[in-house]
Every structure is written in C-alpha cells, then in structure tokens.
C-alpha cells in the first residue's frame, strides 16, 4: 500500500506545537517570538509569499514586522534596514524576502543578516555550520523534507538518495542532509543537474528520489524504482478551467503514474510546500529560545 505523505498535515501539527511552546514561554513571563520579513517592491508571488509568511506567525503566536520598502530604495538603504534589524534585541528572526530588484545584489544583502537571526538559513555562516553538521538554521524547504522523512519513519540509512537539481536552496543542500551521518541521512547520495548524462537511468536506480528542477511533470513512471520513496518539491500552476479559480498546481513529477510505483509520495499541493512555512517558523522559535547559537 502506498504512503501519501502529507505535508499539510505534518506542518499543522508542527504549528500547533510551536503554539503550545509559546504559550509556555509567555506563562513563564518570557517574549513572544518575533520575525521580521522585508519585502522590497511589488511583486505578486512575493507579496502572497510573504503574507502567509506573517499569518502563519499569527496564528502561532509569534509577534511580527513586515518591512515594505519601494521597488527603487538603493542597496545602500535597504543594507542599513536590515542592519537596523540585526541590532535590534526585540527581533528574533529576519527573512529578506528574494527576489531582489536587479540593481540590489543577493549576495551582499544575504551577508548583511546577521547568522543568529538569519532563519531562513541562507548565509554563508549557516550553510557552513550545516554542512560541518554543526548546530545551524537549514533553509526551510529541505529542513521541511528531513522532518517528513522524519515524522513518517522513512528508513534512509544505505539507501541510494537521488536528488534532481542543484540549486542553493533545494538540491543541494539536501544532498548535503541526506549524506550526513545522522537519522534522515546515512544515504548513498547522487546530485544530478542539467549537465547530467543519463539522468532517467540514474533516477530508476534510486530508493529515494527528491526531485527539485522546476519542470513539470518531468519524472514518469519508467525513471523510477518499484517502491521508490519520491518527494516531489516542484510546484507550476497550469490552466483549469474546471477550477474556480481557473488554474491547478502539479508538481515536478507524473504524480498519477509514479504513485503506481512508489512505496511513498508526496502529493502537489499539500505535500512539500506546506511545510517550509512550518519550518520557518520553527526556525524563528529556535531563534528565540538560542538553540542554535546559544544566547
Ligand atoms: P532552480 O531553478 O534554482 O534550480 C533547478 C535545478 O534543476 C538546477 O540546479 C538545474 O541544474 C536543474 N535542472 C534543470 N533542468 C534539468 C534537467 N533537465 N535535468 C536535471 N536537472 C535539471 O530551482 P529551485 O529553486 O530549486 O526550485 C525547483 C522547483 O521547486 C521549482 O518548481 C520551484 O517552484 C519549487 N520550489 C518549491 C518550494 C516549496 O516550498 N515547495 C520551495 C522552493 C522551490
């Protein structure tokens, strides 16, 4: 029998045990947790993102600071909020919500966050103390697969881990959790890529395939192994007009067919993405409580 692993569950259970952390630490007369997320400009996905982003710290608990600047503020300002930000004692967590507008660079702000509010787990310091299997923030989706692989007792020990995609906030650091020596992890790990030869003969080698390249339905059924565990990050809104709301969401893999094959799969929507909000959140709470950095 296969297992849908179900992401929106999973993420409403870590919320309401966030909420019950916090109502314990404000019982015990500490602060809420606090998050503060920068939004620059006028982007439609972004706005949304961030949106949920602050609603679901509502609904927690957590005290929050949306941030709103102008398409045109200059690199120059937008480094001095957010160093305005990492002094600031009220705030536990700070997200700079990506994309940035072209004249900003990434990486210059991303280096401005200061590592012990920086829950999104972007920077250098993070990923590093990740990689070294130090005590660090992972960034919210692959953090999000470990702990369904986790809650649903996926055996991962000698296993083959394929994982499709290698980019700095999906692919590779999973292929990074999914090596280490720790429960998710102890795999046998290959990281394919666009430049990958062979690539459907490789999948079907995998027991567990994390598949994160953003083409839809780009995995079938004959790339992957009989009782393979598949975890589907992509997420592409295609035209339905049998929905209200004229578009559905699939995923980077047939889910149709490949859960024909599969042991365990999760589904598109309500599989990975519910659970990176989950675990921003939880990161912000470790922020809050020093679990990380200490305080
Ligand atoms: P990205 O575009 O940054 O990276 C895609 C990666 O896939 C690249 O490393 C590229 O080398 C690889 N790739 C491209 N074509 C390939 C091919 N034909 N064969 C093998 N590899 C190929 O993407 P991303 O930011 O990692 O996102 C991937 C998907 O996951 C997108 O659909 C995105 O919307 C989705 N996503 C979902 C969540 C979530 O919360 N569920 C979070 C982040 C991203």
Not at 172 to 191: D, F, H, K, Q, W
Request: net charge negative.
């Amino acid at each position: 029998m296969i297992t849908i692993i179900d992401g929106k569950k999973t993420s409403e259970e870590i919320k309401s045990e966030i909420a019950t952390r916090v109502k314990e630490i404000v019982d015990a007369g500490g602060k809420k947790p606090h998050l503060a997320a920068v939004l620059v400009g006028n982007d439609g996905a972004s706005q949304t993102y961030v949106g949920a982003k602050v609603k679901a710290c509502d609904q927690v608990g957590f005290d929050s600071t949306l941030v709103r600047l102008e398409e045109t503020i200059s690199e120059e300002e937008l480094l001095t909020v957010v160093e305005d930000i990492n002094q600031n004692p009220a705030i536990d967590g700070l997200i700079v919500q990506l994309p940035l507008p072209k004249h900003i660079s990434v990486e210059k702000v991303t280096n401005k966050i200061k590592p012990e509010k920086d829950v999104d787990g972007f920077t250098p310091a993070n990923v590093g103390r990740m990689t070294l299997g130090w005590p660090a923030y992972v960034a919210a989706t692959p953090y999000g697969i470990v702990e369904l692989l986790k809650r649903y007792q996926i055996e991962t020990s000698g296993k083959h881990c394929v994982v499709i995609g290698r980019s700095h906030i999906v692919g590779s650091p999973m292929s990074i959790l999914m090596a280490r020596n720790e429960y998710p992890g102890n795999c046998t790990v290959t990281l394919t890529h666009s430049r990958t030869k062979n690539l459907p003969e490789i999948a079907k080698t995998a027991d567990i395939l994390i598949v994160a390249l953003g083409k839809p339905e780009f995995v079938t059924a004959d790339m992957v192994k009989e009782g393979a565990v598949v975890i589907d990050v992509g997420i592409h809104r295609v035209d339905d007009s049998s929905k209200k709301s004229g578009f559905r969401l699939i995923g980077d893999v047939k889910f149709d067919e490949v859960s024909q094959k599969a042991s365990a799969i999760t589904p598109v929507p309500g599989g990975v993405g519910p659970m990176t909000i989950a675990s921003l959140l939880f990161n912000t709470l470790l922020a809050a409580e020093g679990k990380v950095y200490g305080n």
